[in-house]
T-cell receptor
C-alpha cells in the first residue's frame, strides 16, 4: 500500500513570495490533516478535512494560509505572502476516518525555508 | 484543554542501556495517548498507542509505555537501546470527538545512542 505522498520535499523562497504544497493521501482515506512543525517543536495542526469539507481550521492563519481539497482526495496548502516565521516542515497526514480511534499516517513532509 | 509535556529535550544513553523518555499529560477526559518516532528527513511513525484498554502498551521495535492515571504519565521505555533507535520521539494526546481527532504533540525528545 502506498503511503502519503508530498511534494516538493524542499522549498526555499524569499519573504513575501507565494508557495504551494501538495499532498496525496493514502487511497480511500477520508480524512486529511496538515500540520506545521517548527524546528525544535512538535507538529501543530493547521487544518483537518473530512472528504472535501473543513472540520477544523482554528489554528490556520487565514490571512496568509489557505488550503483546499476539491475532490476529496489530493490537497494543496498555500502560503501567500510568506513570512520568515513560516519556515518549518509541513506534514500531511491521512486517516480512514476522523475519529479518535483511527490511526493517522504521515507523509515525509515539505521543508520550507523563507529567507 | 488537553496538553502533553515531555521532560528533557535531549536524552543520551549508551548502546544496550535502558531507554526512558518521559511524558506527562493533562486531560479533562480519559485520554488517547500516542508515541511517535521521527527519523531525520522523514515523517512521523506510530510506535504505540493507549486507547483505554491495557495500561501497559507494547509497540514496535521493542518499545513499550505504561499509562499511569495517578501520575498522569505515559513514559516510553525500551530495555536495551540500539544505535538505530537514535531519532526524535514525540508524545501526543488525541483531542476531539467521534468524528474529529487532532493530535496535540509535546515538544519532542531527541534520543542519542552512544556506541
Amino acid at each position: 500500500e502506498a503511503g502519503v505522498a508530498q511534494s516538493p520535499r524542499y522549498k526555499i523562497i524569499e519573504k513575501r513570495q507565494s508557495v504551494a504544497f501538495w499532498c496525496n493521501p493514502i487511497s480511500g482515506h477520508a480524512t486529511l490533516y496538515w500540520y506545521q512543525q517548527i524546528l525544535g517543536q512538535g507538529p501543530k495542526l493547521l487544518i483537518q478535512f473530512q472528504n472535501n469539507g473543513v472540520v477544523d481550521d482554528s489554528q490556520l492563519p487565514k490571512d496568509r494560509f489557505s488550503a483546499e481539497r476539491l475532490k476529496g482526495v489530493d490537497s494543496t496548502l498555500k502560503i501567500q505572502p510568506a513570512k520568515l516565521e513560516d519556515s518549518a516542515v509541513y506534514l500531511c497526514a491521512s486517516s480512514l476516518e476522523g475519529g479518535l480511534t483511527y490511526e493517522q499516517y504521515f507523509g515525509p513532509g515539505t521543508r520550507l525555508t523563507v529567507t | 484543554a488537553q496538553s502533553v509535556t515531555q521532560l528533557g529535550s535531549h536524552v543520551s544513553v549508551s548502546e544496550g542501556a535502558l531507554v526512558l523518555l518521559r511524558c506527562n499529560y493533562s486531560s479533562s477526559v480519559p485520554p488517547y495517548l500516542f508515541w511517535y518516532v521521527q527519523y531525520p528527513n522523514q515523517g512521523l511513525q506510530l510506535l504505540l498507542k493507549y486507547t483505554s484498554a491495557a495500561t501497559l502498551v507494547k509497540g514496535i521495535n521493542g518499545f513499550e509505555a505504561e499509562f499511569k492515571k495517578s501520575e498522569t504519565s505515559f513514559h516510553l521505555t525500551k530495555p536495551s537501546a540500539h544505535m538505530s533507535d537514535a531519532a526524535e520521539y514525540f508524545c501526543a494526546v488525541r483531542h476531539g470527538s467521534s468524528n474529529t481527532g487532532k493530535l496535540i504533540f509535546g515538544q519532542g525528545t531527541t534520543l542519542q545512542v552512544k556506541p
